[in-house]
């Protein structure tokens, strides 16, 4: 590009910069690089400090900054970030977790703590013998089939999904109430949609 | 014409004087005539300095005898992101201690990235009979301690404004030291604070306070005691709820519906902490009349999102997670044709892959639908010279416009060029563009379009781009009106910085950090230009210690008419004539 070359000409740069050193001399710019990464002593680790210094030592014009370790990248405020993870820690520091289930065509509804199940099965087991009741067979194309009730749940987005769909972990996150569905509603949902 | 001036008393002038408030106005006032100046000087009631080390405490006081309002600002921007170090500086106490004894009347202290000690709370709190205004934003280095010696002393306080601070939080036990007869309050922001404030405590204090009209809770308030706050001040302008998340509970719901359709004056709502959308509904009645909403910290996803904007028809300010998605974002632009500002922000800034469908496209149809819109701040994955050439062309008003690509150096991901000619067309298009923020790959070509058209810039934030000092040299000589420029990871060295040295006493101030600007040029530039403060930051050590043609970590360049600081730690050097014989 035409560009480095009309920029000394047309600025006459020589002549009317500041410079380093005693007119005539030249300055090598590769010596500013190597210097930087001959003399650097370690620093101390502080995590995001230590890989983001090793990107500002490299020379211009190499590979991208290393990913997610990069000081101040993205540029985002650290109160926005705190505040973004903040209510996921807290709901897995709790040790219980009870949740309402309730049940189509019962009187009244029932607690239950999901941190004392380990996964599906012994959930699906636990609620049957609550509720006195058959969950068919799960697959995830046809959802519970061979019985007339579908567990389902109501996730943080106020939707109601499945139970089974997604691994154990995060559905006790995202789960806030139980509800066996009954009849056509629970064929319904389990009809491969 | 020596007969007209003093023809005119002093009185009359003055009062004129006192019809005019801008900053720039009054300086221009000042500079007319000697006998203007004087006058001037002993009735300016309100200073702002954008730097605090550009000028020094007794240099303003001994100017400005009179002043009731003073705004400060410390650190430089990039403080924000953790690229200043602790201990860097910003300390506001020498100035309030030269103020207590020169300004008893003070009644206004706003200040900005500045360090706060609750010793600074605790002067203002004793020293200013009258004190009436407190914004702390963006501050730190003060707990609650100092908000209560505030709280307790200071009778006739208006406004009590933490925003975006952050603070030593003892205990929540602060804000009853407001005393039963204290009844003035017209503005509390205190939603940076983590700890609990007493409930009843704060219901008291809104109940007694009839001028109340802004109100930002903490996330610690919880949803179900919104209802009573709201309902003993029907007459906020200004809301921000604490978290809103709850079991979903008729009552509840209903007691917050209610209280919230009886707040008439309701324009700006903010909070939502884990936002659950069961509870969105209770805001719909006062949508319509809605112009600020900030959404960022609402994790709630696209649909429900997008049937609270379309219901926000007055909407001029959004702030907003990129969960809105490119679906929300066009809904924004059908239905809220008074848009000013918006801001998307990313609900997952670390992840590599997209989380969301989030694209160019939602910026494209908001600048395409919404007419009035000038202010852009976005966070996306991806971008093509032809969106921002489209936006651009669309929105010819934009005055702030800072994009990011989550990925330093992303190109135009169809073309797979560079984003120089989208960024080219912003700044051709776009006359008025105040500040600009970059984003993606980048080359010098970008540089010379700014350089060539951005004639009214004054804040310019470049990272990841360039490829040489041509490109700094663009900006430098191209940019009229520029005051502010930050850089980072730029392959920038010496040469245009040299070339451009009387330009920087023109700035504000110029930031560069992880380019390639050597310790030599750094103390040229200290030498040579007086009014300059070079200031080198280096977490390596001396930089004398190295040799002088090595870059320089992290350097800042302000002007100055106070000196040289003499509040550094330990990692910045300041070069000038002295130093450079002690750093030798």
């Known amino acids: 590009m035409e560009g480095v070359v009309a920029y000394e000409n047309?600025?006459?740069?020589?002549?009317?910069?500041?410079?380093?050193?005693?007119?005539?001399?030249?300055?090598?710019?590769?010596?500013?690089?190597?210097?930087?990464?001959?003399?650097?002593?370690?620093?101390?680790?502080?995590?995001?400090?230590?890989?983001?210094?090793?990107?500002?030592?490299?020379?211009?014009?190499?590979?991208?900054?290393?990913?997610?370790?990069?000081?101040?990248?993205?540029?985002?405020?650290?109160?926005?970030?705190?505040?973004?993870?903040?209510?996921?820690?807290?709901?897995?520091?709790?040790?219980?977790?009870?949740?309402?289930?309730?049940?189509?065509?019962?009187?009244?509804?029932?607690?239950?703590?999901?941190?004392?199940?380990?996964?599906?099965?012994?959930?699906?087991?636990?609620?049957?013998?609550?509720?006195?009741?058959?969950?068919?067979?799960?697959?995830?194309?046809?959802?519970?089939?061979?019985?007339?009730?579908?567990?389902?749940?109501?996730?943080?987005?106020?939707d109601w999904m499945l139970v089974g769909d997604v691994p154990w972990e995060m559905f006790m996150s995202s789960c806030k109430r139980l509800r066996i569905m009954k009849g056509s509603e629970a064929r319904g949902l389990g009809c491969g949609v | 014409?020596?007969?007209?001036?003093?023809?005119?008393?002093?009185?009359?002038?003055?009062?004129?004087?006192?019809?005019?408030?801008?900053?720039?106005?009054?300086?221009?006032?000042?500079?007319?005539?000697?006998?203007?100046?004087?006058?001037?000087?002993?009735?300016?009631?309100?200073?702002?300095?954008?730097?605090?080390?550009?000028?020094?405490?007794?240099?303003?006081?001994?100017?400005?005898?009179?002043?009731?309002?003073?705004?400060l600002?410390?650190?430089?921007?990039?403080?924000?992101?953790?690229?200043?170090?602790?201990?860097?500086?910003?300390?506001?106490?020498?100035?309030?201690?030269?103020?207590?004894?020169?300004?008893?009347?003070?009644?206004?202290?706003?200040?900005?990235?500045?360090?706060?000690?609750?010793?600074?709370?605790?002067?203002?709190?004793?020293?200013?009979?009258?004190f009436k205004v407190l914004v702390l934003s963006s501050c730190e280095g003060f707990s609650t301690?100092?908000?209560?010696?505030?709280?307790?002393?200071?009778?006739?306080?208006?406004?009590l404004d933490l925003r975006e601070s952050e603070v030593d939080d003892l205990s929540g036990h602060w804000l009853s030291h407001f005393p039963d007869s204290y009844t003035s309050l017209v503005s509390l922001n205190i939603s940076c604070l983590g700890s609990e404030v007493s409930f009843s405590a704060l219901e008291r204090l809104v109940g007694r306070c009839p001028n109340l009209r802004t109100l930002r809770l903490n996330r610690a308030v919880p949803l179900d005691r919104l209802a009573n706050i709201l309902c003993r001040a029907p007459q906020l302008v200004e809301l921000g709820t604490g978290t809103y998340s709850a079991e979903l509970q008729p009552d509840v719901f209903s007691s917050l519906a209610g209280a919230f359709s009886g707040c008439k004056e309701l324009r700006s709502l903010s909070g939502f902490w884990d936002a659950v959308p069961g509870y969105l509904p209770a805001i719909y009645p006062i949508c319509p009349s809605l112009t600020s909403l900030n959404l960022s910290y609402a994790t709630i996803q696209s649909t429900d999102l997008t049937k609270l904007v379309s219901q926000c028809q007055s909407l001029q300010r959004l702030w907003v997670l990129d969960y809105i998605e490119d679906i929300g974002l066009e809904a924004l632009a059908a239905f809220c044709k008074d848009l000013r500002e918006l801001r998307v922000f990313p609900s997952e800034p670390f992840a590599q892959e997209p989380n969301v469908s989030l694209t160019e496209q939602g910026l494209v149809s908001v600048s395409e639908g919404c007419p009035k819109l000038h202010s852009v701040l976005y966070f996306c994955r991806q971008m093509t010279n032809d969106a921002l050439a489209t936006i651009a062309r669309n929105r010819p008003n934009m005055t702030r416009f800072r994009l990011c690509i989550i990925e330093p150096r992303a190109p135009d991901y169809i073309t797979l060029q560079p984003l120089d000619d989208g960024f080219g067309a912003i700044v051709e298009h776009c006359k008025d563009l105040q500040r600009l923020s970059m984003a993606g790959l980048l080359t010098d070509?970008?540089?010379?379009?700014?350089?060539?058209?951005?004639?009214?810039?004054?804040?310019?934030?470049?990272?990841?781009?360039?490829?040489?000092?041509?490109?700094?040299?663009?900006?430098?000589?191209?940019?009229?009106n520029l005051r502010k420029l930050e850089i980072r990871d730029c392959p920038f060295g010496d040469k245009a910085l040299l070339v451009n040295a009387a330009k920087l006493e023109t700035m504000r101030s110029l930031w560069m950090s992880s380019c390639s600007v050597s310790f030599g040029a750094c103390k040229l530039l200290g030498q040579k230009i007086p009014r300059l403060n070079v200031e080198v930051m280096d977490e390596r050590g001396p930089p004398g210690s190295r040799p002088e043609s090595c870059p320089v970590e992290k350097l800042y360049i302000y002007r100055t008419v106070a000196g040289p600081r003499f509040d550094m730690p330990g990692f910045v050097w300041t070069m000038d004539e002295d130093s450079a014989l002690r750093l030798s």
């Open chain 2, 445 to 480: 070509r970008v540089f010379e379009h700014i350089g060539n058209h951005a004639k009214k810039l004054e804040m310019l934030s470049v990272a990841f781009a360039g490829d040489s000092d041509l490109g700094l040299h663009h900006v430098l000589s191209g940019c009229e």
């Open chain 1, 10 to 158: 047309d600025l006459n740069l020589k002549a009317t910069e500041l410079r380093l050193g005693l007119p005539g001399t030249e300055r090598n710019q590769e010596q500013a690089v190597s210097c930087a990464r001959n003399n650097k002593r370690p620093l101390p680790e502080t995590g995001d400090q230590n890989g983001g210094a090793k990107a500002k030592s490299d020379a211009p014009n190499t590979p991208p900054a290393p990913k997610a370790h990069t000081v101040g990248w993205p540029p985002i405020r650290s109160y926005r970030k705190n505040s973004l993870q903040q209510p996921k820690q807290t709901a897995a520091e709790s040790s219980v977790m009870y949740v309402k289930v309730s049940m189509d065509g019962a009187p009244y509804l029932r607690k239950i703590d999901l941190k004392v199940y380990q996964g599906y099965p012994e959930l699906l087991k636990a609620l049957e013998n609550m509720f006195k009741f058959t969950i068919g067979e799960y697959s995830e194309r046809e959802g519970y089939k061979g019985s007339e009730y579908a567990p389902t749940y109501e996730d943080k987005d106020g």
């Open chain 2, 73 to 130: 600002k410390g650190k430089p921007h990039f403080a924000d992101f953790n690229l200043v170090p602790e201990g860097w500086g910003g300390y506001v106490y020498p100035w309030i201690a030269a103020m207590a004894t020169a300004y008893p009347w003070l009644e206004e202290i706003r200040l900005k990235r500045m360090v706060v000690t609750d010793e600074a709370l605790e002067l203002i709190a004793k020293s200013f009979k009258n």
């Open chain 2, 145 to 159: 301690d100092g908000l209560a010696a505030i709280a307790a002393n200071c009778r006739n306080l208006k406004e």
């Open chain 2, 1 to 71: 014409m020596l007969r007209m001036a003093s023809s005119f008393p002093e009185e009359v002038l003055e009062h004129v004087f006192s019809f005019i408030y801008d900053d720039k106005d009054r300086n221009a006032i000042s500079m007319v005539c000697k006998s203007w100046y004087e006058i001037e000087r002993w009735c300016r009631r309100r200073i702002f300095v954008g730097n605090c080390y550009a000028v020094s405490p007794p240099m303003v006081i001994r100017r400005f005898p009179e002043v009731r309002s003073v705004e």
